[in-house]
């Protein structure tokens, strides 16, 4: 069974401030998505990576895969109040299995 | 693109009963999928439907949960028995084609509260 850590599992920032969160697994994902989840509400894609090595940019959001597809990083540029929620990253397969989130909090 | 609906929002049980929740996927897509979720913690695969075939299950799946997608359209999830450790958002997601990294689209949930 693949296990999939979140780290920080608590973040709490100042508007403004940049950030990094990381994603690692046991073992080799066959791709990665990255969901944002806000209270009350299911979690929504933000990214799929693929390819080792891959970086996807979305906006104030940057995206790494590792080379070795065993983790991956999401990074955060100036943050904003509405960047405020839960982080999760999820191995893709028949069986979407997260791990335990990021709880993210931008402070105004 | 209506999204994926589920009802109840909220549904507050004493244990022992028996409770039913609906989803109602995008209605084109092919996959439906059942998931729990505790406070703090990452939502947890249940169980997944292609169409109307259940295809896979989770051993969290115990013999008081069972999930049926007859039409291959909506799906239910009935708990029986419900236990407090029962209580947890239910997250159903949605997603098309034959390809795993199809993102799924998730509605906003059930919130079952087991006194």
């Known amino acids: 069974t693949q296990l999939l850590e979140q780290s920080p599992q608590f973040l709490s920032i100042q508007e403004g401030e940049n950030l990094t969160v990381y994603c690692n697994s046991s073992?080799?994902?066959?791709?990665l998505q990255w969901y944002r989840q806000e209270p009350g509400e299911g979690p929504v894609l933000l990214v799929t990576?693929?390819?080792?090595?891959e970086v996807k940019k979305l906006k104030r959001l940057t995206f790494q895969f590792g080379d070795a597809r065993k983790d991956s990083s999401l990074h955060i540029t100036a943050a904003q109040p509405g960047d405020t929620g839960l982080y999760l990253c999820?191995?893709?397969?028949?069986?979407?299995?997260f791990g335990e989130g990021t709880q993210l909090t931008v402070n105004p | 693109d209506t999204g994926v609906s589920q009802n109840p929002r909220h549904k507050i049980t004493k244990r022992g009963q028996n409770v039913t929740f609906r989803c109602d996927p995008i209605?084109?897509?092919?996959?439906l999928y059942w998931y729990r979720q505790t406070l703090g913690q990452g939502p947890e695969f249940l169980t997944y439907?292609?169409?109307?075939?259940?295809?896979?299950k989770s051993r969290l799946l115990s013999d008081r949960f069972s999930a049926e997608r007859p039409k291959g359209s909506f799906s239910t999830l009935e708990i029986q028995r419900t236990e407090q450790g029962d209580s947890a958002m239910y997250l159903c997601?949605?997603?098309?084609?034959?390809?795993?990294?199809?993102?799924?689209?998730f509605g906003n949930g059930t919130r079952l509260t087991v006194t």
């Open positions: 073992s080799v994902f066959s791709s």
């Open positions: 209605s084109e897509h092919n996959r």
């Open positions: 990576v693929v390819t080792g090595g």
């Open positions: 997601a949605s997603s098309l084609g034959a390809d795993y990294n199809s993102p799924l689209h």
């Open positions: 439907f292609q169409n109307e075939a259940q295809l896979e």
């Open positions: 999820g191995n893709s397969g028949s069986r979407l299995t």
